[in-house]
């Protein structure tokens, strides 16, 4: 039976947001329809109008949130107050143990979006350019000469975009074990017991 009950106010634009950041991550842009999504939150096709002009609008939403918690997060953890590069190098991994600063399921799913979208993809190599510039500016910071600096910042992103793309899988608790020795291997200095231990605590540990 289809429901002809009127639009509920009370669900707001980040609920239909959310609904559509599940479809996107789990099946791709393709599944991300009107009506699949009005369905999947139990609520009418003309809810989705008093926040959305129509799907492209949507999308262009997603790609938003996307920019702004993943590049947005990560340029700002670069400028984070650190006394060393290896504290500045913990607090960028901070986007890399914590989905509420980068994610990485949203990550993955806007490339393989951009596969087929060539604005999006220019996008994505923008989002990209962005992330290697802040990265490239915090080790500049540190002493580091530019063209050293700028190396380093595309091994840090590369490997990302590599873990991201190739999914891989682990635990948590043994990814941050070696957090410390890719900060020896990104800088080339080994970080402190205390930068650690800190870094440590604010993950839970």
């Known amino acids: 039976m289809v429901t002809t009950s009127s639009p509920r106010p009370n669900v ?3 609920a239909w947001l959310d609904g559509a950041y599940d479809m996107l991550t789990e099946s791709g842009v393709e599944s991300v329809k009107i009506m699949k999504l009005a369905k999947r939150l139990g609520l009418t096709r003309t809810g989705f109008y008093w926040h959305f002009k129509d799907r492209d609008a949507l999308l262009e939403a997603m790609i938003a949130r996307w920019e702004n918690r993943n590049t947005g997060n990560l340029i ?3 400028q984070a107050e650190a006394d060393t590069i290896t504290e500045a190098m913990f607090n960028l991994f ?3 143990v914590d989905d509420r600063l980068f994610d990485a399921k949203l ?3 806007i490339r393989n979006w951009a596969r087929n979208d060539s604005a999006l993809q220019a996008r994505v190599r923008c989002a990209d350019d962005n992330r290697i510039a802040a990265i490239a500016a915090m080790f500049a910071r540190f002493g580091y000469e530019t063209a050293q600096a700028q190396v380093r910042a ?3 992103i590369y ?3 590599g873990y991201i793309s190739m999914q891989v899988s682990e635990d948590r608790q043994a990814r941050l074990d070696r957090m410390p020795a890719y900060i020896e291997v990104f800088t080339a200095k080994r970080p402190t017991a205390e930068e650690i231990a800190r ?3 604010r993950h839970g540990r």
């Open 199 to 201: 870094f440590n605590a």
């Open 94 to 96: 901070d986007c890399w």
């Open 76 to 78: 700002a953890r670069t």
């Open 159 to 161: 490997t990302q975009i």
């Open 107 to 109: 990550d993955l799913a």
């Open 12 to 14: 707001t634009q980040e």
């Open 154 to 156: 595309m091994t840090v």
